[in-house]
């Protein structure tokens, strides 16, 4: 039987969520090519923060450079490197459907600003966040028929891509929680209850809404609290206002941590919350979920979707902090009365992991 090479793309990934679906789906090929005859190419930015074996790595260090280079990668460069390699199957990671040559080509869509409305804020503070939100419908658009198929990470979106694009192969694909086989040991104040929002500062993030949550707290709860959150005041314009205007005494900027770190974060943690305002996932509930923690949760279609069936979780408007100050109290004073959350989706209708994609792209 022939070996069947699978080009897997990824050159764009090299940080936060993103970078770990392109980990984890490194690691997961890895394993899978141990029982599988395939040849497996990565393109990645930096080869050094990946060591998994049977795969042979293409590095681009360049292509964060510029969205002029990232495009010339895309539309024209991997086109002529998809001759070379004449692979069997092309996967796109990051939303752009290449201008390749192989046999079958699938792309992965997780980019959810096209189904983003942004603010005035959004504009001032990342004007990327407001390109990108009018951009991307476009980009998406570019040879996206052309793909065997057009993996996305909920129903939601699902219908979002029928709909917006005219498609009929659109995939259901739930990201896999790879649990983290390193963890660094994080030390917390014992006598303080911690909630953790592992995220980086953007601004559809949403970290307002806790903070505004917070200044609505009594002193009887904020003496009982700390918030950790995973940026520091020099990452960004944002991060800048978030520091100067919330340095409130419960919270704790750890600055940019190591995925092992957020792990540790997870072990220890008493509650995660999570106020975003737009993911295609948001990796985080479901990695909190595997540590079976507590989850105070945006009431939004993307969260539910997301944490799936689940008894510890409660919902809050993102726009009132209100609600997520009573939630926070009830929580410290041990009151809370999860809303619970329930699956409305059948497994049936979705690929669950890893494996399942692999498969589906190396049938026939």
């Not at 260090?61 to 024209?76: D, G, I, V």
């Not at 929680?177 to 660094?184: A, C, G, L, Q, T």
């Not at 509650?271 to 909190?288: D, M, N, Q, R, V």
Request: aromatic share 16%; charged share 25%; glycine share 2%.
């Amino acid at each position: 039987m022939k070996q069947k090479t699978i080009v897997i793309s990824g050159i764009n990934m090299v940080e936060g969520g993103i970078f770990t679906i392109l980990d984890n789906c490194l690691q997961k090929i890895s394993v899978f090519s141990e029982k599988e005859k395939i040849k497996i190419i990565a393109l990645v930015n930096d080869k050094s923060k990946f060591n998994y074996p049977n795969i042979e790595y293409i590095e681009f260090p360049r292509s964060k450079k510029s969205w002029f280079l990232r495009l010339y990668y895309e539309y024209l460069y991997f086109n002529t490197l998809s001759k070379k390699i004449k692979p069997d199957a092309w996967l796109s990671l990051h939303d752009i459907s290449p201008n390749v040559v192989a046999k079958k080509r699938f792309v992965y869509c997780h980019h959810p600003t096209i189904f983003f409305k942004p603010t005035i804020k959004d504009w001032k503070f990342n004007f990327k966040i407001g390109l990108f939100s009018r951009l991307y419908k476009y980009l998406y658009r570019i040879n996206i028929r052309k793909n065997e198929a057009v993996f996305v990470q909920q129903h939601w979106i699902k219908k979002e891509f029928e709909n917006l694009f005219k498609l009929k192969n659109v995939v259901v694909t739930i990201p896999e929680n790879v649990v983290e086989k390193k963890s660094v040991e994080i030390q917390l104040d014992s006598n303080k209850i911690h909630f953790f929002y592992p995220s980086f500062p953007r601004s559809f993030k949403n970290f307002e809404v806790i903070a505004e949550a917070v200044k609505l707290l009594p002193d009887s709860i904020k003496n009982k609290i700390e918030i950790h959150l995973t940026f520091s005041e020099n990452d960004n314009n944002y991060s800048k206002y978030l520091v100067r205007k919330y340095n409130l005494n419960v919270f704790n900027f750890t600055g940019k941590i190591s995925r092992a770190e957020v792990f540790g974060y997870y072990n220890k943690m008493d509650c995660l919350l999570f106020p975003s305002k737009i993911e295609t996932w948001g990796l985080p509930i479901t990695e909190a979920k595997g540590f079976d923690k507590p989850i105070l949760l945006a009431n939004l279609p993307y969260a539910k979707e997301s944490i799936g069936e689940y008894k510890k979780v409660s919902f809050f408007d993102v726009e009132n902090p209100n609600e997520l100050a009573k939630l926070i109290t009830s929580f410290v004073n041990n009151t809370i009365q999860y809303q619970g959350n329930k699956a409305i989706f059948e497994a049936k209708n979705q690929l669950q992991d890893w494996n399942s994609v692999f498969d589906f792209i190396l049938k026939n």
